[in-house]
């Protein structure tokens, strides 16, 4: 396992964190960086993806951070607005989860770098444009380091209008992922002309994204399939952006087996991976297969595994609420909110053995899957490297604005022939 001297670790912590990390926690020794520096780990290690674990709970935030310190591999922890938003159905929120992973880093003591990523920043129709001007910066405020704007539920000019309206109101160092095509499976699958004209875009606008989130066959929450991640189209899209410096961002990562995660972090420019359901499904203790999916029995109930997760009683009484509101499968994910108390309420061995099952979990997709394992150290050596908590983007401007005018872009826009498919969802 690679290791960093202390001298270049500390050098990183003065370098590397963004001023409003520095302002939150002036006393931190955790790491907390750019989401630009681990998309650049990844890359320089090649063929690597890392972890974008979902912390729906704050055990979770303990487990993954424990896994990545474990693997010496950098990691991101994120929130998509859909569970820590303004109508959140989780604690960990916008607002909270940097402070609970600054709580936790220096209460382990992790040294690998960490960064704070607000997922699925939706904007589902222009009029959010407005409302979202105001609230981005608050989420900065909070200790964000990279953030997702996520308007792939409109059509193609509205999204890409969308992503300008809003560049301003992200800093300049902090990481930047796009989405084009709703998560939604085998339907309505993103296409190379699509991706282009939302990069090329935001390209002669001077924008830069470190990755973009496509529709290439992956569903959100439970559900199993006989076809998940689309490689072979991945791979022709990130060929054809390869010009513009964009990483790929794996969205709906459970419900896809390892070998088909290994592929796409082995045939792809896909740095960052999404994982959410699974991670919760495990630190409750039920049950999951090799996709990540929660296993259920005859009777369509999940398989609580005897020793592992929360207590038998707080299960039984999560079931039964979840009966009583007509909660079943993914539905599953509101009992975060209403439950998270009492999850922090059990004894110290139950909480120890939630963040236990979700570190194992966790450290095999980074080391034995991702391609993940030991690239702290390499993320800290572009921090040094770049001297500063901004590694600058990836590529140049090399369209011409004059091109790009929003009557343009309307008209470029009306030509792309796509099939969207039904209606998407945010969610993970």
Request: glycine letters at 8%; aromatic letters at 6%; proline letters at 5%.
């Amino acid at each position: 396992m690679s290791s960093v001297s202390s001298s270049d670790f500390q050098k990183a912590v003065d370098l590397g964190r963004p001023p409003n990390v520095v302002k939150l926690f002036p006393n931190s020794k955790a790491l907390i960086v750019s989401g630009k520096f681990i998309d650049r780990a990844m890359l320089k290690k090649g063929n690597a993806m890392t972890i974008a674990a979902n912390g729906r709970n704050h055990i979770i935030i303990r487990g993954v951070l424990a896994a990545a310190q474990r693997a010496n591999a950098a990691i991101i922890v994120e929130i998509a607005r859909s569970e820590g938003g303004a109508n959140a159905y989780c604690a960990t929120n916008y607002w909270n989860i940097a402070r609970q992973v600054d709580a936790v880093c220096n209460e382990l003591g992790i040294t690998v770098p960490v960064a704070i990523h607000a997922d699925h920043y939706g904007i589902k129709k222009p009029e959010d444009v407005w409302p979202a001007k105001v609230e981005i910066p608050t989420l900065f405020e909070a200790g964000m380091t990279s953030i997702a704007i996520d308007a792939s539920h409109m059509p193609d000019d509205e999204n890409l209008l969308a992503n300008i309206a809003l560049n301003p109101f992200v800093p300049k160092w902090a990481g930047l992922e796009t989405e084009v095509g709703e998560i939604k499976g085998k339907q309505g699958l993103s296409t190379p002309e699509e991706a282009l004209f939302l990069i090329q875009g935001l390209n002669a606008h001077g924008i830069f994204p470190d990755w973009i989130a496509l529709n290439n066959g992956t569903t959100h929450g439970i559900e199993k399939s006989d076809s998940g991640i689309q490689v072979d189209l991945t791979a022709e899209i990130h060929n054809a952006l390869e010009p513009y410096g964009v990483s790929g961002a794996q969205h709906g990562t459970s419900g896809n087996n390892s070998e088909r995660l290994r592929d796409i972090a082995s045939r792809t420019r896909t740095t960052k991976a999404n994982v959410a359901t699974a991670l919760q499904m495990i630190s409750w203790g039920v049950k999951v297969d090799d996709y990540g999916n929660a296993e259920m029995d005859e009777n369509g109930e999940f398989i609580k595994l005897e020793g592992q997760g929360v207590s038998q009683k707080l299960w039984e009484e999560m079931k039964a609420y979840a009966a009583s509101q007509g909660w079943t499968g993914g539905n599953y994910k509101k009992l975060n909110l209403p439950f998270e108390n009492k999850i922090m309420g059990q004894p110290l061995h139950i909480r120890e053995r939630m963040a236990k099952g979700v570190e194992e979990f966790v450290y095999d997709l980074l080391v034995n899957v991702f391609n993940a394992g030991d690239s702290a150290p390499i993320c800290i050596e572009e921090i040094l490297k770049a001297g500063s908590c901004d590694p600058g983007p990836k590529a140049e401007q090399i369209e011409s604005p004059d091109e790009w005018t929003e009557e343009k872009i309307r008209e470029k826009a009306s030509h792309i022939e796509s099939d969207k498919g039904p209606e998407g969802d945010f969610d993970d």
